[in-house]
């Protein structure tokens, strides 16, 4: 179990959204999930009205496209994702308004080039400063995501976008929480930590990669012992971008 599914679900009663049910934010994890995602829903009375993916998945087939199919949420991918179904396609800096939640897609390039991570604010807190962050395969605990799999021979060139996309979402607040897509055990980092959410600061404060300034560095650090790729990864990212139901991986 390495890949939190971000589900956003919202109560709505014909004219306004309930701000308490829109406080829900479901973390589950891919393959067979569909059921419990819409179980959990069901035990709010909330439906899932929109599911947010942070990129396309090189190692395991996504559950998206199932969970789409079963609640009619709308699908909300990057900018450039390169899918072949329906969805909404964000730019860096846009905003998605659900009632009181307000979700920003922010553009983290480097673990594969169509990437968000996906700041939440609560309009209920008095103000639109985030208090979390999704941060897909950007930002992990205690590691970064891997830049070699989604780019075939130009790993060090997406090692570099990557530090600068690191850069950009350390302008966060210390006290906002991290929930990256995967914890220990995943092949899309080195040495993550088993613990599956964090914050910006503890982040920043103790992530050894996070200190190093020099690109250069930066790259040498997170190519060096690389572990093997997925295996059928090509089928995998192949069936993530058809988001047809049940395709295998």
């Known amino acids: 179990m390495t890949d939190p599914r971000e589900v956003v679900a919202a109560k709505r009663d014909g004219r306004t959204v309930d701000a308490d049910a829109l406080r829900r934010f479901v973390l589950g994890y891919a393959r067979g999930d569909v059921p419990d995602y819409v179980a959990a829903a069901a035990a709010i009375g909330s ?21 789409v199919e ?13 899918v072949e179904f329906e969805h909404v396609a964000l730019r860096d800096g846009e905003a998605v308004e659900l009632g009181n939640t307000v979700v920003t897609a922010i553009a983290t390039p480097g673990h594969a080039p169509a990437h968000h991570a996906y700041a939440v604010a609560d309009r209920r807190r008095g103000s639109e400063e985030p208090w979390l962050v999704f941060s897909g395969d950007s930002l992990l605990v205690g590691d ?19 530090h600068e996309s690191l850069r950009g979402l350390l302008e966060l607040p210390d006290h906002v929480l991290l929930y990256p897509s995967h914890y220990g055990g995943s092949v899309c980092g080195r040495a993550l930590s088993g613990n599956p959410f964090s914050s910006i600061g503890f982040e920043r404060a103790h992530n050894a990669l996070l200190s190093l300034a020099d690109p250069e560095a930066f790259a040498d650090a997170v190519l060096a012992d690389a572990p093997p790729r997925p295996a059928d990864q090509e089928r995998i990212v192949a069936a993530n971008r058809s988001g047809r139901v049940g395709a295998p991986a």
Do not use: C, K, M, N
């Open 144 to 162: 970064v995501g891997r830049p070699d799999l989604h780019v075939a021979g130009d790993a060090r060139g997406q090692a570099h976008v990557l």
């Open 47 to 67: 439906p899932i009205t929109a599911v947010f993916e942070t990129h396309i998945q090189a190692d395991h087939v996504s559950g998206l496209p199932a969970l």
């Open 70 to 82: 079963r609640t009619g949420a709308t699908a909300y991918l990057p900018e450039g994702a390169g």
